[in-house]
């Protein structure tokens, strides 16, 4: 039977929201309906099922509570609230940002079969698929991933994924090599007690876009997906891969825009510029 949008945002939010977000913390706490999680000692993370119909009051009393929890733990370095879209959060945004929270940029929520991804994409010659284990290998995807998000190259998510592979979670690294040289890479996370999987961390490097070769690391992961015995793929996805994906047959069900707060140095002022406007959302 064809699922329909509604349908895939139902199991979104019933499989993948709050103890699926929340698998592999340091430690879980409940704060009415909200779920906060630490990670690595030092990331907090905020996330829920639903909101219970909290007003803007109740809200933000429960923000004030929650930066008040993580800022009591001095190892936590910055917390991430996510949102999504289709909530009904009357104030939250106000509620965040006056709290010292930045909105990011929003995202697709992308759900769809993974059979409608397992297709065969050509691909240049000297181009080929793996999926990689090593610490070596580990490191080497992590820094070219760095370079292809124009972000500065750090072994922070190099260290966290060997972590994870150690566990052996179910856990998969994909990259796609070009004479030897990784040019592209992603990840499967498979949701522990669900129908789906995850695609993550998808990346090209800018020399090597529009060559199928995004398509092929997507098309190699929804195979393992289903080999697992998982059906459904979702993906949080840039205006950049959501095209890709909906050429695939996965659809936008919702946005998702995570609010992140950073612990400031003793004496550091807040920003004083007035807060922006909610960011809009195509959900």
Request: proline residues 6%.
């Amino acid at each position: 039977m064809t699922m329909s949008v509604q349908d895939y945002l139902r199991a979104y939010d019933d499989q993948l929201r709050t103890e699926a977000e929340t698998a592999g913390a340091e430690r879980v706490e409940r704060l009415g309906p909200l779920w906060l999680a630490t990670f690595g000692g030092s990331q907090g993370f905020v996330s829920y099922r639903e909101l219970a119909g909290a007003d803007a009051p109740t809200l933000a009393g429960w923000v004030d509570e929650v930066v008040e929890r993580f800022a009591a733990d001095p190892a936590v370095e910055q917390v991430e609230w996510k949102t999504r879209g289709h909530d009904v959060a009357p104030g939250l945004h106000e509620a965040l940002v006056a709290h010292g929270f930045e909105p990011q940029e929003p995202e697709s929520v992308m759900v769809g079969e993974a059979a409608l991804l397992d297709v065969a994409v050509p691909l240049p010659a000297s181009v080929s698929l793996r999926r990689i284990r090593s610490a070596a290998d580990v490191q080497a995807m992590a820094a070219m991933q760095d370079a292809a998000f124009g972000n500065r190259v750090s072994g922070g998510m190099s260290d966290a994924l060997l972590g994870r592979l150690a566990e052996d979670d179910g856990l998969e690294l994909w990259v796609a090599e070009a004479d030897g040289a990784m040019v592209g890479a992603g990840r499967l996370e498979p949701v522990a007690g669900s129908d789906f999987a995850g695609v993550w961390g998808g990346a090209v490097l800018p020399q090597w876009r529009g060559r199928g070769i995004y398509r092929a690391l997507t098309a190699v992961r929804a195979r393992a997906a289903l080999a697992s015995g998982k059906t459904l793929i979702h993906s949080d996805s840039t205006p950049m891969s959501r095209p890709i994906l909906e050429r695939s047959g996965l659809v936008a069900v919702s946005t998702t825009t995570p609010y992140e707060w950073h612990r400031r140095a003793p004496g550091e002022a807040a920003d004083a510029a007035e807060p922006a406007g909610p960011p809009t959302q195509d959900g």
